[in-house]
Every structure is written in C-alpha cells, then in structure tokens.
C-alpha cells in the first residue's frame, strides 16, 4: 500500500463524504485533484499497437472527483471506453514500479498502431492520500470523415528538459512531456 500523508480533518470528512456519496450513486470516487497544464488541437500521436506490453482496454466507467484544488465541490465524470498506456516507469517510495506517464486514448476501433491527428490535454494528478503526483494525458482522436486532418505538433514524452516553455516536468524524472511544433502536415482521419 501506498505511503499515506497527514490529512486535515476538514480534508479527511470532505473525502469521505465524497466516498458515501460516489458509492451511492454507483460512481467510483478518485481522491486526487487533477490540474490542467497544456492542451493542443493538431496534434500527431503514434499509438500504440495492440500487442504493447503496458496497453489496456478500459471499459466505459463513471467517477466521482473533486472540482479544483478548494474540495468544495464534486464533479461527476462519465468516462467513455478508451485504451491506456503507462510510460516512463518509476519506483515509489515503497520500491514498486509504476508508471509516471499515462495516456488515455480516446480512438475509433481499428487505429491501434496507426499515426492519429488528435486533441491533447495534459494534466498533473495529485493524490490526497498520499502527494503522489503523476502526468495524465488524454488523447482524442479528430474525425473528419475519412477527410485529412492537418496537424502542426507532435506529442514527445521523456524528452530531456530544456526549461522551454511548454514542457511538463514529469514528477520523479530529469525528463518532460512537450507538445513540440512541427511543420504542419495532413493526416488522414
């Protein structure tokens, strides 16, 4: 089990109401805060194949999360089937690995493998139980009806930092995520 930190009591109840109540709505609680730090139209991604060793299908599931940083107030979330990906693995305080990247993707059938213009949006999640920090990147594809799609970034995960601007500092790692301008290119969607 993961290392836990000192909660304050008013944090302790405010998890724990959020629980009774995700539980009676039939949701699944996530007691981290999620904070948005780069979004992108155009971008080209590489998906995995479906023989990659850290992909997985996730069914269609509903959450139950905190709105921002305050914990005042719940959001409800319903998560459509999507496949995700753990990168750049790293060891937890307790010695066990895991990843400190992971990529939903958001994708038609059949694109497993494929290059994909899409949406990207990376986010920092912070567990509350225990200050655990790790990336969230949500792709989603761009359909245009079999139309090319032009995109002018490539998504690069584990790059070396530079102190750039754009760069997301990957939590336990000398290395980043950036969303890297390219020259724009069509890719058929």
């Known amino acids: 089990m993961a290392k836990t930190q000192k909660l304050d009591k008013k944090t302790e109840e405010r998890i724990a109401l959020a629980r009774e109540a995700a539980t009676k709505m039939d949701r ?3 007691a981290s805060t999620f904070k948005t730090l780069a979004k992108h139209e155009g971008v080209k991604i590489s998906v995995p194949g479906l023989t990659a060793t850290h992909l997985k299908e996730v069914a269609a599931h509903k959450l139950l999360v905190f709105e921002g940083t305050a ?8 998560i459509s089937a999507h496949y995700i990906h753990g990168d750049l ?3 937890d305080g307790e ?3 895991k990843p400190s990247v992971v990529r939903h993707f958001y994708i038609l059938p059949g694109y497993l493998g494929q290059e994909i213009a899409a949406s990207v949006e990376i986010k920092e999640k912070t567990s509350l139980l225990t200050g655990e920090k790790m990336i969230i990147i949500d792709i989603v594809q761009i359909h245009a009806n079999g139309f090319p799609v032009e995109v002018d970034a490539v998504l690069r995960l584990g790059a070396p930092s530079t102190g750039d601007t754009g760069e997301v500092s990957i939590p336990g790692t000398d290395k980043c995520v950036r969303i890297e301008k390219i020259t724009a290119v069509k890719i058929a969607a």
């Open 71 to 78: 914990l005042k107030n719940v959001m409800m979330i319903d």
């Open 89 to 91: 693995p790293i060891r």
């Open 95 to 97: 010695g066990k690995v």
């Open 28 to 30: 699944t609680f996530v």
